[in-house]
């Protein structure tokens, strides 16, 4: 089967959030919408040496992202993608008591009504 424009076509918007240790991410978009993850950073304010981990849960599966260090490892760029947002749950665990900030793109399928003729 080949793919119609419709389908080729996509919108790409910037997409932020924080999420702090004990508390659950659940990124939100259009149906259809894919999350990709570009970034990932500690919040201003932890102390040296300490450690939080980025938790990803999809369904029963889950795996750490990243684990980021005060002053040392502060933030990391990541290039992944999770294309069922109403899934994904991301969560922090460890010794920093501030947030991680994500940021990356949402991409949505676009409408016919976006398509123009030449």
Same mark, same amino acid.
């Given at each position: 089967?080949?793919? &119609?424009?419709?389908?080729l076509?996509?919108?790409?918007? /910037?997409w932020?959030?924080?999420?702090?240790?004990?508390?659950? #991410?659940?990124?939100?978009?259009?149906?259809? $919408?894919? !999350?990709? #993850? %570009?970034?990932? $950073? #500690?919040?201003?304010?932890?102390?040296?040496?300490?450690?939080?981990?980025? &938790?990803? =849960? @999809?369904?029963? =599966?889950?795996?750490?992202?990243? %684990? !980021?260090?005060?002053?040392?490892?502060? $933030? @990391?760029? %990541?290039?992944? /993608? /999770?294309?069922?947002?109403?899934?994904?749950? /991301? +969560?922090?665990?460890?010794?920093?008591? %501030?947030? !991680?900030? #994500?940021?990356?793109? @949402?991409?949505e399928? +676009?409408?016919? +009504?976006?398509?123009?003729?030449?």
């Amino acid at each position: 089967k080949r793919a &119609t424009l419709r389908e080729l076509l996509t919108m790409l918007r /910037f997409w932020g959030a924080a999420v702090r240790e004990g508390k659950e #991410l659940r990124p939100r978009a259009a149906p259809g $919408s894919a !999350l990709q #993850l %570009t970034q990932v $950073s #500690l919040g201003a304010g932890a102390p040296t040496g300490t450690r939080a981990s980025l &938790t990803a =849960q @999809i369904g029963e =599966q889950r795996c750490v992202i990243c %684990t !980021l260090c005060a002053n040392a490892l502060d $933030s @990391i760029r %990541t290039d992944l /993608f /999770f294309d069922s947002l109403e899934d994904v749950v /991301f +969560s922090v665990h460890g010794t920093a008591k %501030t947030a !991680l900030h #994500l940021c990356g793109n @949402i991409i949505e399928p +676009s409408s016919e +009504s976006d398509v123009r003729a030449p």
